[in-house]
C-alpha cells in the first residue's frame, strides 16, 4: 500500500536535491574564482608560494609587488575577493541548515503555505559575509596605507601578527563565540525559534542566521590578515576547521582548544627574544 504522504516525501527529496547540486555548483565556482587569482593577476598558487617566502624572511621586506593603487573599481574588485572567499569558505558548513530550511519550506509548501525559494535564505545568508566583507576591505586598505600588510596581503611586523593571534585567541574562549556557535551547530533549534513566513521571512532568517555565522568566526577570518589573505593553506585550514567546529559532535571544544593554542602563539611571537 502506498503512504498518501509519498508524493510529499518524493518531492522534498527531489528539492533536496536540486538544493545540493545547486550549492555543489556554487561552492565550486566560489573555489575555482579564487584558485585563479580572484582578479588579482596571479593564480592563488602564486599567491601562496609568496606569501610562504615572505612569512619566511620575517614578514617584513617584501617588496615582490608594487603596492595597490586603491581606486574605486580595485576596491571593488577586493570586496568581490572577500565575498567570494567567504562563499567559498562558509557555504559548505552552512549546507546543513541550508538543507533543513529547503526540507521545511518544502513541507510547509504541501500544507498550502506559498513557496518560498531556498536561494532567498541562501541569499540572506550570504548578504551577512557581504557586510563582513565590506568590512574586510576598509580594514585592508587601512592596513596597507598603514604599512602593517605588505602588497602580497601578509601581515609585515611581528607585533601585527601576535596581537592578531591573541586577540583571536581571547574571542575564542569568549562567551558570545560559544552563544554564536550553538546557533550555528543547531539547525533546527534555531528555525523552530526563528521561523517567519514569505520571502521576506526567508530573507530575514537567512541574514539572521549569517550574522550568528559571523559573529562566531569572523576573528578566526581575521586571522587572514596574518597568514596571507590570498595563503591556501590559510585558507583552506580555516575552512576545514569551521566546518569540524559547526558539524561535528564534539566540535565546540575545538573553539576552546584553538583559542589556548592561539593565545600561547601570540604570547611566544611577542616574548622578546632572549
Not at 582578479?39 to 595597490?68: D, K, N
Not at 580594514?139 to 592578531?164: C, D, K, M
Not at 578566526?220 to 576547521?241: D, E, P, Q, S, T
Request: charged residues 5%; positive net charge; contains cysteine.
Amino acid at each position: 500500500m502506498v503512504s498518501i504522504d509519498a508524493p510529499l516525501e518524493a518531492a522534498v527529496r527531489r528539492d533536496r536535491l536540486v538544493v545540493v547540486t545547486a550549492l555543489v555548483a556554487v561552492i565550486a565556482l566560489a573555489w575555482a574564482y579564487l584558485l585563479a587569482g580572484a582578479g588579482m593577476g596571479m593564480s592563488a598558487f602564486e599567491m601562496t608560494r609568496m606569501s610562504q617566502v615572505g612569512m619566511v624572511e620575517g614578514m617584513g621586506g617584501m617588496a615582490m609587488m608594487t603596492p595597490a593603487v586603491w581606486t574605486p573599481g580595485y576596491a571593488i574588485l577586493m570586496f568581490f575577493m572577500w565575498w567570494v572567499m567567504m562563499v567559498a569558505m562558509m557555504l559548505p558548513s552552512a549546507a546543513p541548515m541550508i538543507l533543513l530550511f529547503a526540507t521545511v519550506n518544502g513541507k510547509q509548501r504541501e500544507t498550502g503555505h506559498p513557496h518560498v525559494a531556498t536561494s532567498i535564505f541562501t541569499f540572506g545568508y550570504l548578504a551577512a559575509w557581504a557586510s563582513f566583507s565590506l568590512v574586510a576591505v576598509m580594514l585592508q586598505w587601512a592596513f596597507e596605507r598603514t604599512g602593517i600588510l605588505s602588497p602580497i596581503l601578509v601581515g609585515t611586523t611581528v607585533i601585527f601578527g601576535g596581537v592578531l593571534l591573541l586577540a583571536a585567541g581571547v574571542y575564542q574562549l569568549t562567551p558570545i563565540k560559544h552563544a554564536c556557535l550553538r546557533h550555528c551547530r543547531s539547525p533546527l533549534a534555531f528555525l523552530s525559534t526563528h521561523w517567519q513566513a514569505g520571502a521576506l521571512g526567508a530573507l530575514r532568517m537567512g541574514f539572521v542566521h549569517g550574522v550568528f555565522c559571523v559573529g562566531c568566526c569572523w576573528f578566526l577570518m581575521g586571522l587572514l590578515f596574518f597568514g596571507g589573505v590570498m595563503n591556501l593553506y590559510w585558507i583552506i585550514g580555516l575552512a576545514l576547521f569551521v566546518l569540524v567546529e559547526k558539524t561535528v559532535p564534539a566540535g565546540h571544544w575545538f573553539g576552546y582548544v584553538t583559542g589556548v593554542v592561539l593565545l600561547v602563539w601570540g604570547i611566544l611571537m611577542l616574548a622578546p627574544a632572549p
